[in-house]
């Protein structure tokens, strides 16, 4: 197998450039651009999706068309079942392999602290685009380039790269700085269009308000975004943006027509766009590529297809599940983590829940379907908090429920109320804890993850906990887990009233 597919030549945008007047040009240029976004599972569904499905549709649309650019908008090195194991180093490889021209890192690109962002981009060979994240000491965060000007048939496409500032929430950045979004894309375009730029394209990794936002304020022509799992296209007669759903589920193609015409005696670039969702379950896996793959399986198995128990309940890790209701996995996953350190209670965050998936009732579970649920690596840690703090604790989980937030809590040890029809912030209508109404001034032992503990999705409250086992001494989640229904032999969770939603 070839390394790349097809290239052109790359100018990095801020380098002297030797720009020729704008020619006209003999006939329209049609330029293909195939997106993903949010790609971080190396082996598909076994329907669709995956690195070898996705090899395919690359090879058949480079074959189909002369220049065709590649661009991945985000989330590549985390939450996978084996980058829990490799820290994303698989999917750099992987990437390598691919004609990738571009890439913007998104929020799960720092899952495991910004040192292995920097080690596995490092090692990237394709080029990732950044205008908006900084170090501590404000440098461009390393192994990126603010921006890219690529040009084809004589048409000039100035790049630039976004990343969510909702990353330091929701993942593992550390001090790392992240510019807000708008202000950034507005700089880039105005700097692109001054090197030449005939059209600007933003690649970002932002969520749906930030999106609606470039899409009417920024100035950019195309907007190539992921973050939010959705598979969209939007035009308003002058600006396009895409979205490409998850895991390669769909490969988007936009093919920009380009012409330049006569306005007097001035010369005017026209362009307009078409869209087509390409389906990977449509088409098979690529041989080379599965070969690839099997090695990276072979890993796995040794370690992950043992059978360590039965849940003779139904068992939900949907997406709309795990982050918007009381959830028979949520269920299991806290009473595990609460037992396994003797806690009061447990809080987790359905976020961190990343299966996607349905259990049927009798299924035989193994430690890969819940390595597979949770793969982060995150740990168990224990504190001490007061009844104050587990409130707040609650309504910022509930906090974000009508955008599907991750923050969403699935709990054990206590049964809540919220009313969706009150303010965020104000939801939680009443906490019980064994049984009794929650006190805000008696103390609590408190079961949760790291990241929440360390303030992750907006659980900034947690810090004012005392540490009764910290990260250091934890055990991984996904251990404990595995040992609970080890023990058990048999589960049953189910959905019991924990969580109860008014409104």
């Known amino acids: 197998m070839t390394h790349h597919i097809t290239r052109?030549?790359?100018?990095?945008?801020?380098?002297?450039?030797?720009?020729?007047?704008?020619?006209?040009?003999?006939?329209?240029?049609?330029?293909?651009?195939?997106?993903?976004?949010?790609?971080?599972?190396?082996?598909?569904?076994?329907?669709?999706?995956?690195?070898?499905?996705?090899?395919?549709?690359?090879?058949?649309?480079?074959?189909?068309?002369?220049?065709?650019?590649?661009?991945?908008?985000?989330?590549?090195?985390?939450?996978?079942?084996?980058?829990?194991?490799?820290?994303g180093a698989h999917m750099i490889e992987l990437l390598n392999r691919l004609p990738l021209d571009l890439f913007v890192m998104g929020n799960h690109e720092f899952d495991f602290g910004p040192e292995n962002a920097v080690e596995q981009l490092s090692r990237a060979e394709f080029t990732v685009l950044n205008s908006n994240v900084r170090t501590a000491q404000g440098e461009l965060f390393p192994g990126t380039v603010a921006a890219k000007m690529i040009e084809v048939q004589g048409v000039r496409l100035g790049f630039f790269g976004l990343t969510t500032p909702d990353t330091l929430q929701i993942s593992s950045p550390g001090d790392t700085v992240f510019e807000p979004v708008l202000p950034s894309a507005r700089t880039m375009v105005e700097k692109l269009r001054s090197e030449g730029a005939d059209l600007v394209v933003?690649?970002?990794?932002?969520?749906?308000?930030?999106?609606?936002?470039?899409?009417?304020?920024?100035?950019?022509?195309?907007?190539?975004?992921?973050?939010?799992?959705?598979?969209?296209?939007?035009?308003?007669?002058?600006?396009?943006?895409?979205?490409?759903?998850?895991?390669?589920?769909?490969?988007?193609?936009?093919?920009?027509?380009?012409?330049?015409?006569?306005?007097?005696?001035r010369e005017r670039l026209v362009w307009r766009p078409a869209f087509r969702a390409i389906d990977t379950a449509t088409v098979a896996p690529h041989p080379a590529a599965l070969e690839i793959t099997k090695g990276y399986e072979d890993?796995?198995?040794?370690?992950?297809?043992?059978?360590?128990?039965?849940?003779?309940?139904?068992?939900?890790?949907?997406?709309?599940?795990?982050?918007?209701?009381?959830?028979?996995?949520?269920?299991?996953?806290?009473?595990?983590?609460?037992?396994?350190?003797?806690?009061?209670?447990?809080?987790?965050?359905?976020?961190?829940?990343?299966?996607?998936?349905?259990?049927?009732?009798?299924?035989?579970?193994?430690?890969?379907?819940?390595?597979?649920?949770?793969?982060?690596?995150?740990?168990?840690?224990?504190?001490?908090?007061?009844?104050?703090?587990?409130?707040?604790?609650?309504?910022?989980?509930?906090?974000?429920?009508?955008?599907?937030a991750g923050r969403f809590p699935q709990v054990s040890g206590m049964t809540v109320t919220y009313d969706m029809a009150r303010p965020a912030g104000a939801r939680v209508v009443s906490v019980e804890i064994g049984g009794v109404p929650l006190d805000d001034a008696k103390t609590y032992t408190l079961a949760t993850n790291d990241f929440m503990a360390r303030g992750g999705d907006g659980y900034t409250m947690l810090a004012e906990g005392e540490v009764l086992i910290d990260a250091n001494a934890a055990q991984f989640m996904a251990s404990q887990v595995m040992d609970y229904i080890d023990a058990a032999g048999e589960v049953a969770p189910a959905p019991v009233g924990r969580i109860v939603r008014l409104n």
């Open 8 to 87: 052109r030549v790359l100018l990095a945008a801020g380098a002297v450039l030797a720009l020729a007047p704008a020619l006209a040009l003999a006939e329209p240029v049609t330029i293909r651009i195939l997106q993903v976004n949010d790609w971080d599972a190396f082996e598909g569904d076994g329907r669709k999706g995956g690195f070898s499905r996705l090899m395919t549709v690359l090879e058949q649309e480079n074959a189909a068309a002369p220049e065709v650019l590649f661009i991945h908008a985000g989330d590549a090195l985390s939450p996978s079942l084996l980058s829990s194991f490799d820290k």
């Open 202 to 265: 933003g690649v970002v990794h932002t969520g749906w308000s930030d999106d609606w936002e470039l899409f009417e304020f920024s100035g950019a022509d195309v907007i190539l975004t992921g973050h939010d799992h959705d598979l969209r296209v939007a035009y308003n007669g002058k600006v396009a943006m895409v979205e490409s759903g998850s895991q390669a589920d769909y490969v988007t193609a936009i093919e920009l027509t380009v012409d330049r015409i006569k306005d007097g005696d």
């Open 299 to 404: 890993k796995l198995s040794a370690e992950l297809d043992v059978e360590i128990g039965t849940t003779s309940t139904p068992l939900d890790s949907r997406r709309a599940t795990v982050r918007g209701m009381e959830a028979a996995i949520g269920n299991l996953i806290a009473d595990a983590i609460r037992a396994s350190v003797d806690a009061d209670v447990a809080i987790t965050n359905g976020g961190g829940i990343r299966g996607n998936t349905e259990y049927p009732a009798g299924t035989r579970l193994t430690r890969r379907d819940i390595q597979t649920e949770l793969p982060f690596g995150n740990r168990t840690v224990k504190l001490k908090v007061t009844g104050a703090v587990i409130r707040k604790t609650l309504e910022n989980g509930f906090s974000m429920v009508e955008e599907g």
